[in-house]
């Protein structure tokens, strides 16, 4: 895929079901038409490093394809899912546009190696215990397979046992490699492990994006669900359509601004 304006991924955290993921595939679609971007959907097929064995992971592989592929198809849009294994790369790549590495799994050589040779766009999101001029060593291992379709993603690091805190130096330190860097602001307000679940503090979100964007992030990527609250993955830092649309309001209104005083 070619990157040559701001990025807005953005989706479910998980996919619960067809007609759910659908709907709001379609209601972002409409918002984005909005702004000067480039909307990517995201939702997960499986979620396979939650915090509790009991919690929903999603529906699979195959059931999670026929609903990306669906979704795809039906509204013209490009479609980002995460791969957790090598052999889940060239499956996932015949459906998706960009394939995602999770956080916990950006040093796994097998899995970068894998998913840059899918020749698709590789979305590598930072560890939350990774100093981000060592992901420099992810980017190189999907370089190594000729692919140079790469994405970079921020969402945190951590802050003693049940925080994060985001640092902003990152953003240029990640730049450097010569790829894009996306701002996840909704995993980066995410409290880990809370009673075996997920926590977080939504009401972050607009602040820290809209600081993103005034340090001059390429894209934004935010969990979205009509009903965050009720969201199987990761409600606690999901928001809903109304504050998509204030955030992306917000973060377009900074970088005109940055970009009117650039001239």
Known sequence: M?????????????????????????????????????FVF???????????????????????????????ESLAIPVLTDIHTPDQASVVAQVADILQIPAFLCRQTDLLVEAGRTGKTVNIKKAQFVAPEDMAYAVKKVESTGNRDILLTERGSCLGYHNLVVDFRSFSVMSAFGYPVVFDATHSVQIPSQGGISAGKREYVRPLARAAAAYGIGGLFCEVHPRPDEALSDAANSIDFETVRTVLDEVTAVRKTLESGSR
Not at 4 to 24: K, M, N
Not at 43 to 57: E, G, I, P
Request: with cysteine; proline share 3%; glycine share 6%.
């Open 42 to 72: 995201k939702a997960s097929f499986d979620k396979a490093n939650r915090t509790s064995v009991a919690s929903y992971r999603g529906p699979g592989i195959d059931e999670g394809l026929r609903i990306l592929r669906m979704v795809r």
């Open 2 to 38: 070619k990157h040559d304006r701001f990025i807005f991924i953005a989706g479910p955290c998980v996919i619960e079901d067809e007609t759910l993921t659908f709907s709001i595939a379609q209601r972002l679609k409409e918002l984005s038409a909005h702004y000067d971007v480039d």
